[in-house]
T-cell receptor, first 113, second 108 residues
């Protein structure tokens, strides 16, 4: 099993550009989520999904869109990048129970100029 | 505003010393998880504590969940350089709420 994979590892954008961060998991997990990590802030939930076709907002959803057309994939779209979106982004997946182990991807480092 | 407060923010100790990291909240959680994150990688789950007053041991790491299920601690005995990393606590109420983390450095 590859676990949770994320692409790209690094990305530099100019303000106003759009892009999609890819996330895939091969563990047949229903629950997937996106976090951003900033210094001194821990991990903050952006969006999450409890299954294909179902998504919901987390703590900091503004400026981001998600979709879940398959169980395996959960892409995160930045509609119009802003310098405030410079961060490290982590995708995670787990089984349905809230006490299940959550597996994180290696992260995508995004710099918006 | 962080739902979970971790202290201290930074901790630097000598190899062989003991350390304790604290995680406190005003909210009750159904369970609490501890993760360790190394530079350039995603967090990795260390333990989940579920019952108020529960104590779990993982080799030299001891995790405790408060009786009221609002706080937790992580104690490392005889720390080693391999224990260096960012330690994060997360409260589970279906979604995870993370603390800001404690950066632990163990000097050889």
């Amino acid at each position: 099993n590859a676990g949770v994979t994320q692409t790209p590892k690094f990305q530099v954008l100019k303000t106003g550009q759009s892009m999609t961060l890819q996330c895939a998991q091969d563990m047949n997990h229903e629950y997937m989520s996106w976090y951003r990590q900033d210094p001194g802030m821990g991990l903050r939930l952006i969006h999450y999904s409890v299954g294909a076709g179902i998504t919901d907002q987390g703590e900091v959803p503004n400026g981001y869109n998600v979709s879940r057309s398959t169980t395996e994939d959960f892409p995160l779209r930045l509609l119009s990048a802003a310098p405030s979106q410079t961060s490290v982004y982590f995708c995670a997946s787990r089984g349905q129970g809230s006490q299940e182990t959550q597996y994180f991807g290696p992260g995508t480092r995004l710099l918006v100029l | 505003t962080q739902l979970l407060e971790q202290s201290p923010q930074f901790l630097s100790i000598q190899e062989g010393e003991n350390l304790t990291v604290y995680c406190n909240s005003s909210s009750v959680f159904s369970s609490l998880q501890w993760y360790r994150q190394e530079p350039g990688e995603g967090p990795v789950l260390l333990v989940t504590v579920v019952t108020g007053g529960e104590v779990k041991k993982l080799k030299r790491l001891t995790f405790q969940f408060g009786d009221a299920r609002k706080d937790s601690s992580l104690h490392i005995t005889a720390a080693q350089p391999g224990d260096t990393g960012l330690y994060l606590c997360a409260g589970t109420d279906y979604k995870l709420s993370f603390g800001a983390g404690t950066t632990v450095t163990v000097r050889a």
